[in-house]
């Protein structure tokens, strides 16, 4: 992994209320100190800020921290006070603009411990250990939020829990399934990720393939659907549908399902699926193609491309993780080769 300094990281390509339509502002943020999003957490909040985990240092030697880029581009360190542990920071949902739950995995001799808590005037007002292994994902719900976790018996657990830490239900998935993300929604939710399969007849690799789950407000499973193809594919991203579905985005495309759980349209292409976002009745997609280009396309409701657009960047930007917020803007970054563009859509 390549030693990420301070620099600048792309953030907030956005419309303001008071600009003409097509006329875009772009920003970039310079971040404090030698930080850098290590940790991949990020969250909208309802101000329009990002909230962004990760920490301070190089990769292995790194203290946990995140950061607030507020929409007039400035930067702040929310960093709980006294925090110096070495680790990183996760998922994010903010709770206004001097609060958050976070998730921060703390390094120790022995490795990784996961904990959850929430900051409160950047303070820490509570925190509770999360047993197991990485990842540990977040999903803001209403009154609380949605917690995805895989605890030392191996078996993926989800939890619905309130902002005191107080927990409400909590499910657990036998199968060999790993959660990437949630989608929190009115009376049913929907986890997706991976399931991991026996390996090769000639025993090369273990293979996984993209799998998708729906529970209602209570925790019961509503349906599952899990790929028949047999590779090494995951889905990453997900979005709600005007009509109530959801698109599910992986690798190699994107697939439409009715709130039953039946899927009605796909959309294929060779760039690797990284980002995707519900927009203007349609959907955002950013990817890395095979040459290391920033690939968008805009999908309609019923999953027709209606326009796509490469960016070269020069660099390798293969590790880049684009993400995309909603409204007006789009934001692509990566913290040791910032980049820039926004659309109008």
């Known amino acids: 992994m390549m030693k990420l300094r301070s620099a600048l990281l792309l953030l907030l390509c956005l419309m303001l209320g008071a600009v003409a339509l097509g006329e875009t502002v772009c920003m970039y943020v310079d971040l404090p100190g030698d930080f850098a999003p290590y940790g991949g957490g990020w969250g909208l909040a309802e101000d329009g800020s990002v909230w962004v985990g990760g920490g301070f240092g190089t990769p292995g030697q790194t203290r946990g921290g995140m950061v607030r880029i507020s929409l007039d581009g400035s930067c702040a360190d929310v960093t709980p006070e006294g925090d110096h ?79 005191s830490g107080g927990e409400a239900w909590r499910i657990q998935l036998e199968e060999r399934i790993v959660i990437r993300g949630m989608l929190a929604g009115e009376g049913w939710n929907v986890a997706y990720g991976m399931k991991y399969e026996e390996p090769h007849a000639d025993g090369s690799d273990q293979n996984y393939t993209p799998v998708l789950l729906a529970f209602d407000d209570a925790g019961r499973l509503l349906w599952k659907w899990e790929s028949a193809r047999y590779d090494c594919h995951s ?30 349209w796909t959309h294929e292409a060779e760039s690797r699926r990284r980002g995707l976002t519900a927009v203007d009745g349609g959907f955002l997609i950013t990817s890395i193609s095979g040459s290391g280009e920033v690939h968008v396309e805009f999908l309609d409701a019923d999953g027709a491309l209606k326009w796509e657009e490469y960016i070269p960047t020069g660099r390798d930007w293969s590790g880049c993780a684009p993400f995309v917020s909603g409204g007006r803007r789009m934001c692509c970054w990566r913290a040791c080769t910032p980049e820039a563009r926004a659309w109008d859509f």
């Open 85 to 163: 542990a070495e680790g990183l920071y996760g998922d994010v949902i903010p709770l206004g603009e001097d609060g958050c739950i976070a998730v921060r995995s703390v390094n120790l001799e022995d490795g990784y411990a996961e904990y959850l808590g929430l900051l409160d005037a950047w303070e820490l007002a509570w925190q509770l250990e999360v047993p197991g292994s990485r990842p540990v994902h977040l999903c803001r719900s209403g009154d609380g939020f949605l917690m995805s976790s895989k605890p030392a018996s191996g078996a993926v657990e989800l939890r619905r829990m309130d902002f």
């Open 235 to 264: 889905f990453v991203a997900a979005a709600w549908r005007e009509d109530g579905g959801v698109v599910a985005l992986e690798q190699g495309g994107a697939i439409a399902f009715s709130a039953a759980g039946e899927p009605e």
